[in-house]
Nanobody, 118 residues
């Protein structure tokens, strides 16, 4: 069973930075992608960024140029560096991992609260 443990959320003023960390453990076969979604109160969960097998990345338009996703393959850990944070970035950020071995499987972290406010 794959488990994802997140860390690094918190409170920051507008313009500040935070780094989210997502550590995966367990037997991971057929890695497809890893990354973050976020959900603000009253909103649907939306993709923030993903990193794929081979290293390619994908970002939502609203974070391009401000957020950077990376991955330590050896330790199955992903990082989301968030710079120039805005109040509208306030949300719970959920790490995910997608793998394919006979079937597609999605795993989720517990969520990290990110609050951007003055």
């Amino acid at each position: 069973q794959v488990q994802l443990v997140e860390s690094g959320g918190g409170f920051v003023q507008p313009g500040g930075s935070l780094r989210l960390v997502c550590a995966a453990s367990g037997s991971i076969f057929g890695f497809v992608s890893m990354g973050w979604y976020r959900q603000a109160p009253g909103n649907q969960r939306e993709l923030v960024a993903g990193i794929y097998n081979g290293g390619s990345t994908n970002y939502a338009d609203f974070v391009k140029g401000r957020f950077t996703i990376s991955r330590d393959n050896a330790n199955n850990t992903a990082y989301l560096q968030m710079n120039s944070l805005k109040p509208e970035d306030t949300a719970v950020y959920y790490c995910y991992l997608q793998s394919f071995s006979a079937r597609l499987s999605n795993y989720w972290g517990q969520g990290s609260q990110v609050t951007v406010s003055s």
